[in-house]
């Protein structure tokens, strides 16, 4: 965040409409361009992207959507607060993306859609779960909060699945404050879901937001209060100017962690098409048994160090789940994320590559 984004949100001040408005329309315009998707619907959060994407497929108790358990707590609550079942499935070990051969093995009858998560802003394998999705004439509806920005063979996260579900928060890959955005090809959705994010209120014209309201509306559907702010998409704008040279500067820092990583016996790098993503974090394997000591060795000289994810299937709350899932239980034995940010100096990437190699090479 820097004088830009400020700037950005003094003249909403002057403007005097904070709540949704013309701002937003030019952030979603601009995220359409940017992501080369036909329709944006711009969200209060990534959670509120997720539960409005999900109601679109009409979803009803006993339906089940498929999703990794290495996610954010959000993607599950959000299948729940839709009304459908989340079905637990594992990840591959050196992508932690969802793994689409166990996937496949968990379609039932009742399965209803499939929702990868592009874990760390790496697409998932699209390919394959876009063909077990066709074949089994499934739903794909894809959280995307790591991965704005990034591509699958060339082609743009947000251009992939039926709808794909992208985060703004304070910590992602472009920040609102909070915000988030669906993406789709379908226009029956796009429409669906600028009502939806709005507790249902009919607007006359397609672009007619609430700043243009008047004394007397309609209620067509049921919906919520998820509409992105104009101070909010503001900051959005500002952050999407400079989109690249952050997506170049963490690509250029991974490329230093992963030459000094790469060199060491007990650690495994996750795999990944670098040049074609916007990474989100940067996360390693440590093993045997050493990831606990590390971390609390890095937090002690203050290097913000942490595990992404503890997995949903373990969570109290979705124990009744019951799922086995040997590569998710034994990967969160293993993962740590190390700090990873757009402004992170050279001085301070060394700092954390030093921490890492003295502590894994004490016996
Ligand atoms: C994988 C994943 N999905 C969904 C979300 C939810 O996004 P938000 O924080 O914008 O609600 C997050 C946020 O951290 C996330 O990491």
């Known amino acids: 965040m820097g004088p830009e984004e400020m700037e950005a949100v003094g003249q909403v001040f002057e403007g005097r409409w904070l709540g949704i408005g013309h701002v937003t329309e030019r952030f979603e315009e601009a995220l359409r361009a940017y992501l080369g998707a036909p329709f944006v ?33 959000a993607t599950i609550q959000m ?13 591959e070990v050196d992508t932690l993306n969802m793994d689409p051969g166990h996937a496949s093995s968990l379609v039932s ?4 859609a499939l ?8 697409s998932c394998d699209m390919d394959r779960i876009l063909e077990l999705a066709g074949r089994q004439g499934l739903h794909v509806i894809e959280d995307a909060a790591h991965a704005f920005g990034s591509r699958w063979k ?18 992602k890959n472009i920040t609102c404050g909070e915000g988030g955005a669906v993406a789709t090809a379908n ?34 559907s049921e919906g919520y209060r998820y509409a992105m702010p104009n101070l909010n998409a503001a900051i959005g704008l500002a952050q999407l100017a400079r989109a690249e040279t952050m997506r170049e500067r963490k690509q250029q820092v991974i490329r230093r962690y992963d030459k000094a990583f790469g060199q060491l016996d007990q650690v495994r790098l996750i795999s990944k098409n670098l ?57 969160y034995r293993e993962i740590i994320t190390l700090p990873l940010f757009a402004e992170i100096t050279d001085h301070q990437v060394e700092e954390v590559i030093s921490a890492v190699v003295e502590c894994l090479a004490r016996s």
């Not at 929702?115 to 790496?122: A, D, E, K, R, S």
């Not at 226009?187 to 397609?206: F, M, Q, V």
């Not at 992404?308 to 789940?321: E, I, R, S, V």
Request: aromatic share 12%; with cysteine.
């Open 109 to 112: 009858a009742k399965t209803r």
């Open 275 to 331: 040049e074609d993503s916007f990474p989100f974090s940067y996360v390693i394997r440590v093993l045997d048994g050493r990831r606990d000591s590390l971390l609390r060795h890095l937090r002690q000289l203050g290097i913000g160090a942490t595990v992404q994810f503890t997995p949903n299937h373990l969570q109290p709350q979705f124990a009744g789940f019951g799922s086995y899932l040997p590569v998710t239980e034994s990967l």
């Open 115 to 122: 929702l990868p998560v592009h874990y760390g802003g790496y």
């Open 41 to 73: 619907i711009a969200t209060t959060s990534g959670t509120a992207a997720l539960h409005l994407a999900l109601m679109e497929l009409g979803l009803e108790p006993g339906d089940e959507v498929i999703v990794p358990s290495m996610t954010f707590v």
């Open 187 to 220: 226009e029956a959705y796009a429409r669906s879901l600028i009502l939806r994010r709005n507790l249902g209120i009919k607007s006359d014209s397609w672009y007619q937001m609430e700043w243009a309201r008047s004394w007397n509306y309609e209620i067509v």
């Open 79 to 91: 299948i729940q607060a839709a009304g459908a079942t989340p079905v637990f499935c594992d990840v």
């Open 154 to 171: 060339g082609r743009s996260v947000g251009t992939l699945g039926e709808l794909t579900c992208f985060s703004f928060d304070p910590i």
